[in-house]
C-alpha cells in the first residue's frame, strides 16, 4: 500500500499508535489531526509502502510493532 491507501485506511478512525522500536507516537485524528504529510510520513517505511504490521482495532489503527502497545490495545 501507498500514500493514497495508507490516507485511506484512516477514514472513521478516532486514533492511531505508531511504533518504531520502543518509541510509541499516539496521534488524536478527532481532534488534533495533523495533515496528510505528516500522517504519511509516520506510516510509511523507507520503501513507501505503508509500515507492518498495520492493524484496525475498532476506530483505533496501530501501525509498527511494540509488545507493550499490543498489550495494551490488545490484550
Known sequence: MGRDEAIALLKGMKEMYVAKGKKVVQVN?????????ELVKLMLGP???LRAPTLRKGKTLVVGF???????IFG
Open 66 to 72: 511494540n509488545d507493550d502497545l499490543y498489550g495494551e
Open 47 to 49: 520503501t513507501g509502502n
Open 29 to 37: 485524528l478527532k481532534k488534533d489531526r495533523p495533515g496528510d504529510d
